[in-house]
């Protein structure tokens, strides 16, 4: 988290003019960066008295915020909030009723404050579980939501088809030399066709759920002495997707040994103990409304999901760093490394995995 002084005289002026967008007027407000998701900036708003967080909106990377509400409010409407056991903090209106206020810097977005703690890796199975249980929580209390109702906020998010043509359409114009390291991970992901036509043959077959898309282990908020769970956050992504997308970026972040950000290349692996838990959450949440086929598809999700976001950061690399921000000029080539270590991990330990997913699915 960055400290408050790190937080720009202006911008912490232009906070306290928003929050009065929001009826809120906070003379000795106190702002600091939240968090650590790549895509919008969050800041947490305390003004002694009452807590928020403000965020500033990523247009570039979603084209169409008002999907987002739209599918927002299917999820208020239908959802059923009593089978969950903990919130969804949703975006509040503006005093105009708006859900997206804004000013010449651009949108923002007020939540309510769900205190906390968010971590980018867990220390234990426990904790594995309870983010598993919770996500799954999300998925059955969506389930009498039709998926064809919810708009698509980005187009192919999760397309392994797509993220394996931009990859190659990155190759063809790329100003980076195919090089040492470089070369050595193109050519890894190349071979990944082989997982594309994996995921060709799982989507013919899957029901399309309303997933949450973005289950990576900072969305969800821990309670301080890790008892709970008191949020699942980051709910821009809700939209129609498969199950193995959601158990699959648990999967990616929870049961690795290192975080996506790390260069500790012998430390990758895959946790077995935290995979187990995975599994065990999610069934727990589930249950008998997973069917066969969604069962079967888990352990894909794992390896498709370190697939595509390896596929994700390196095609951004050879773009010329445009969609993820960076803080050195090789950190998406690195994301990519880690991401295909992970993967890598993942390939090696097969026949593990579908001996843990035998004994807690069934079949
Ligand atoms: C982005 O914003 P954040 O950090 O929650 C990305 C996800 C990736 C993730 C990788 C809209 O999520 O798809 O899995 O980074 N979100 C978008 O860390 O691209
Ligand atoms: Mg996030």
Partial sequence: MISNNAIEKDMHERIGQLMEQYGHDMPNVQVSRYGSGHIHKTFLVDSQKEQFILQSFNQKVFPYPDRISGNLQLVKDHLKEEMLDFQLPLPMKDVSGELFSGDKEGFYRLFPFVPGACI?????????????????????????????????????????????????????????????????????????VLLVRKFRRFVEVLPLRVTHNDTKINNVIYAHDFSKINAVIDLDTVMAGYVFYDFGDLVRTVACTEEEGSTDWDKIDVDLSKYEALLQGFVAALGEELTTAEKASLPFGGEMMACIMGLRFLTDYLNGNIYYPISYPEQNLHRAKNQGLLLQALQAKREEIQVLATKELGG
């Avoid at 797509?162 to 190659?168: A, K, T, V």
Wanted: net charge neutral; aromatic share 12%.
């Fill in 120 to 192: 980018d890796k867990v220390e234990n199975p426990q904790q594995a579980y309870m983010a598993a249980r919770a996500f799954g929580g999300f998925i059955k209390a969506c389930a009498a939501i039709k998926a064809a109702g919810m708009q698509e906020v980005i187009e192919g998010f999760h397309d392994l088809s797509l993220r394996y043509r931009q990859f190659e359409n990155a190759l063809k114009d790329t100003q980076v030399t195919l090089a040492g390291e470089v070369k050595e991970w193109v050519d890894f992901y190349k071979k990944q």
